[in-house]
Nanobody, 129 residues
Framework: QVQLVESGGGLVQAGGSRRLSCAAS????????MSWFRQAPGKEREFVAGIRWSGNSRIGSSTYYSDSVKGRFTISRDNAQNTVDLQMNSLNAEDTAIYYC?????????????????WGQGTQVTVSS
């Protein structure tokens, strides 16, 4: 089992920035894919950003983003803290949602909710205009 705990949500003004963090614990994987999703009221959960890394140093790691956040959001991994962070800049009202961290074993390009086995409880981000 993998436990995921998100933090960093809150209220932010339009145009501002916010940093979310996802702390992972439990089972370890040689290769793993972790992503951030979000769900706005009345909408389906959607992919935001993903990061995957391999135990094979020749493969390394890579990131990928939805078109709606590309250039504004950055996903990164902090090995020392065992966290995956989401730096969100230039926020607007359309970014208001509950943000979820998700994980699956293996090195994948995964953007669909069913692809992920482990989920956090979510953290609310509200952008005021």
């Amino acid at each position: 089992q993998v436990q995921l705990v998100e933090s960093g949500g809150g209220l932010v003004q339009a145009g501002g920035s916010r940093r979310l963090s996802c702390a992972a614990s439990g089972r370890t994987f040689g290769s793993i894919t972790m992503s951030w999703f979000r769900q706005a009221p009345g909408k389906e959960r959607e992919f935001v950003a993903g990061i995957r890394w391999s135990g094979n140093s020749r493969i390394g790691s890579s990131t990928y983003y939805s078109d709606s956040v590309k250039g504004r959001f950055t996903i990164s991994r902090d090995n020392a803290q065992n966290t995956v962070d989401l730096q969100m800049n230039s926020l607007n009202a359309e970014d208001t949602a509950i943000y979820y961290c998700a994980a699956r074993g293996g090195f994948y390009y995964s953007t669909a909710v069913p692809d992920y086995e482990y989920w956090g409880q979510g953290t609310q981000v509200t952008v005021s205009s």
